[in-house]
T-cell receptor
Framework: DAKTTQPPSMDCAEGRAANLPCNHS???????VYWYRQIHSQGPQYIIH???NNETNEMASLIITEDRKSSTLILPHATLRDTAVYYC?????????????FGGGTRLMVKP | KAGVTQTPRYLIKTRGQQVTLSCSPI?????VSWYQQTPGQGLQFLFE???????NKGNFPGRFSGRQFSNSRSEMNVSTLELGDSALYLC?????????????FGEGSRLTVL
């Protein structure tokens, strides 16, 4: 699976949009972009995933650049409960299994 | 629907001992995977089981092993414990082999080796 690069930490004001970038310049055509987050002392939680189109669900939006070399996770109205480590992962679209390669992630701190 | 359940949540062992951790996946999920999380190495994939067969294995020594039962419940075992095995061990389940299926993680088992 392709490697991802994320900033180690970011701050965001409560109520504002949090935009978390991810670089995956070596992504292959059959690899999906996944986002998970981990709130302190809990297991990671799935947020969203996409292949090449932008995606939105009740938690967040995922914007993938046209060349697919980078993406941005957007939390439209960040709350204090969104403080967590956010992981961007690329994953081969095959039936080879559910092995995820986690990088260091971005520690998002939402401040009042 | 109940989530992924891991037991025990916390345990303390001494070097040289062995430990067995248990994971009950979400009902209907047939894939169970295990991850180790440490402050130094982050989250690392250990292995994955699907329909009682190991499908993938991470880069861990043979002291780490696992199995899956016919009801999809899984156990992992670590023998001859070392101090460096102190970690949060996470189990995740998903419905099957589909590449776009999301993984559901449990709360983890925190192992301390003294």
């Amino acid at each position: 699976d392709a490697k991802t690069t994320q900033p180690p930490s970011m701050d965001c004001a409560e109520g504002r949009a949090a935009n978390l970038p991810c670089n995956h310049s070596t992504i292959s055509g059959n690899e999906y972009v996944y986002w998970y987050r981990q709130i302190h002392s809990q297991g990671p939680q799935y947020i969203i995933h996409g292949l090449k189109n932008n995606e939105t669900n009740e938690m967040a939006s995922l914007i993938i650049t046209e060349d697919r070399k980078s993406s941005t996770l957007i939390l439209p109205h960040a709350t204090l409960r969104d403080t967590a480590v956010y992981y961007c992962i690329v994953r081969v679209a095959s039936n080879a299994g559910n092995m995820l390669t986690f990088g260091g992630g971005t520690r998002l701190m939402v401040k009042p | 629907k109940a989530g992924v359940t891991q037991t025990p949540r916390y345990l303390i062992k001494t070097r040289g001992q062995q430990v067995t951790l248990s994971c009950s996946p979400i009902s209907g999920h047939r894939s169970v995977s295990w991850y180790q999380q440490t402050p130094g190495q982050g989250l690392q994939f250990l292995f994955e089981y699907f329909s009682e067969t190991q499908r993938n294995k991470g880069n861990f020594p043979g002291r780490f092993s696992g199995r899956q039962f016919s009801n999809s419940r899984s156990e992992m075992n670590v023998s001859t414990l070392e101090l460096g095995d102190s970690a949060l061990y996470l189990c995740a389940s998903s419905e099957g082999t589909g590449p776009t299926g999301e993984l559901f993680f449990g709360e983890g088992s925190r192992l301390t080796v003294l």
